[in-house]
């Protein structure tokens, strides 16, 4: 029972550090501050629910508040918060790119079929990145693929629609490139699961189909395809491993 109650918070965890994460770079792009209104407009939140990421980014020293002196209107003064300064980020990113490829080398040493466990893994991660729809209620494709966008800009991919086929999603960053070029079967097949797990979350008319690693130097692409009556969006995460990302 305590496992069972556990696996909802892991979920509103990742979930709730992504938006996170989204609110800390927004006070990282405005040094003069921003206030719980301008969040909310910009990352679509409640301020409610900005007020309660900005309090923990505070508690964590991510961020400082400020009481503005000169009060537009009556009443409590207007808070602005800004990003507190970080000594060497340079130096975290490393860190978490060096666990990065110790874990992604014991996957691929140790696991028996390295990238479907790959999938599978982001395959569950997928389903906790976004919400699914009420019941009854369908998903088109257009928002689905919209929300699958938000999803993967949230990560760093920096996701763009091609101009020619609105179901090739073109990802000329990633946040994970130099861990990719060594643990390419891992690392992208856990991406590609991801996307599956998302759309599959939203009960999507679409699945991510395949995902074609670095066509060219700095660009990847993922396709997307109809969700057919064996595809695995229909499928619980432990059946539904796929094949490996294409790699060539």
Not at 68 to 80: C, D, H, I
Not at 83 to 101: G, I, K, Q
Not at 173 to 188: G, K, L
């Amino acid at each position: 029972m305590e496992e069972r109650r556990t696996q909802p918070r892991a979920a509103e965890t990742a979930r709730a550090g992504v938006r996170r994460q989204h609110v800390l770079d927004l006070l990282r792009s405005a040094p003069a501050g921003l206030g719980v209104q301008d969040l909310a407009q910009r990352t679509g939140l409640h301020p409610n629910t900005v007020r309660f990421h900005l309090d923990r980014l505070v508690a964590d020293g991510l961020a400082a508040r400020e009481a503005e002196e000169e009060r537009v209107e009556p009443g409590r003064p207007r808070l602005t918060y800004t990003a507190t300064p970080t000594p060497d980020p340079a130096a975290n990113r490393r860190n978490y790119r060096f666990l990065a490829e110790i874990l992604a080398s014991y996957v691929s040493g140790t696991a028996e079929d390295p990238a479907g466990a790959a999938i599978e893994t982001g395959r569950a991660w997928g389903h906790h990145l976004t919400d699914a729809p009420a019941p009854f209620e369908r998903t088109s494709e257009q928002e689905a693929v919209a929300e699958l966008l938000r999803i993967l800009g949230d990560i760093g991919f920096a996701p763009e629609l091609a101009v020619d086929d609105p179901r090739r999603i073109l990802l000329p960053h990633c946040p994970f490139r130099e861990v990719a070029e060594a643990q390419r079967q891992v690392i992208c097949s856990i991406h590609l699961g991801l996307m599956r797990g998302a759309l599959a979350e939203m009960r999507a008319p679409v699945t991510a189909d395949r995902l074609l690693p670095f066509v060219e130097p700095s660009l990847c692409e993922a396709h997307l395809a109809p969700v057919g009556p064996e595809s695995d969006a229909d499928l619980p995460p432990s059946a539904a491993n796929g094949a490996a990302a294409p790699l060539g």
